[in-house]
């Protein structure tokens, strides 16, 4: 699943579209005002007081291509480009006003909110791999952020948070934003010290690194037994 920054050059790379107008898809008949990433949403705002919130899914993407050129379900037509959701994109329109659903604080965009954070993390007692995929806890996380932040900081996968004090949620906070921009600066390129290891060596410690499906939306963890 695409994480934060890779909403963030979804939204650079869509500049051309800002002030034209819609001829064609969705938001049809506006002129886009701006483009932003919240969170791993991409929001296209256009006049009126109308947006478009794109959620790229598992393995969704966006293209930008020669006007007139875009061919799918989800394009958006502009005379400078033509834009292409494509793949398991989800695509809706809707006012400005909520045009993304409610998330926590973003880990790449704005002050970060640790107060806010923080009470979010407390509110549901649940293991530390499914809090921080919890989009209304942190906004921006994908799994292999997930794993990454939980090798770096050493830190149980399957701890309660509750048994995690502020200090250590805070230090993933921190670790998790200072991937994600580092992925931004790179072109989109993440640390896979543990992501799809298993069974290779931990470059920390030695052990194996293993990985099991959780949660109740099962996505892969990767994490090393015999070093958090």
Request: glycine content about 12%; aromatic content about 4%; proline content about 7%.
């Amino acid at each position: 699943m695409p994480e934060g920054h890779s909403l963030e050059l979804a939204a650079r790379r869509l500049s051309p579209i800002v002030g034209q107008p819609v001829t064609g898809g969705p938001l049809c008949g506006s002129n886009v005002e701006s483009v932003e990433a919240r969170g791993k949403h991409l929001l296209v705002h256009g006049d009126g007081g109308r947006s478009l919130d794109v959620h790229l899914g598992m393995h969704g993407r966006v293209r930008v291509v020669e006007p007139g050129a875009g061919r799918g379900r989800f394009v958006l037509r502009t005379p400078a480009a033509d834009v292409v959701f494509a793949g398991t994109s989800r695509v809706a329109e809707r006012p400005r006003s909520r045009a993304a659903p409610p998330l926590g604080p973003d880990l790449l965009h704005g002050r970060f909110d640790a107060r806010e954070y923080l009470r979010r993390a407390r509110l549901v007692d649940r293991s530390m791999a499914e809090l921080l995929l919890d989009q209304r806890v942190l906004a921006g996380i994908g799994n292999i952020v997930r794993c990454e932040s939980l090798w770096e900081r050493a830190v149980d996968p399957f701890a309660m948070s509750s048994e995690v004090g502020d200090r250590t949620l805070l230090e993933l906070a921190v670790t998790a934003r200072r991937m994600l921009r580092a992925g931004v600066r790179d072109g989109g390129r993440l640390p896979a010290r543990v992501y799809r290891r298993t069974g290779r060596p931990c470059p920390r410690c030695g052990g194996r690194v293993a990985s099991q499906m959780v949660g109740e939306r099962p996505r892969r963890l990767y994490w090393c037994p015999a070093c958090h």
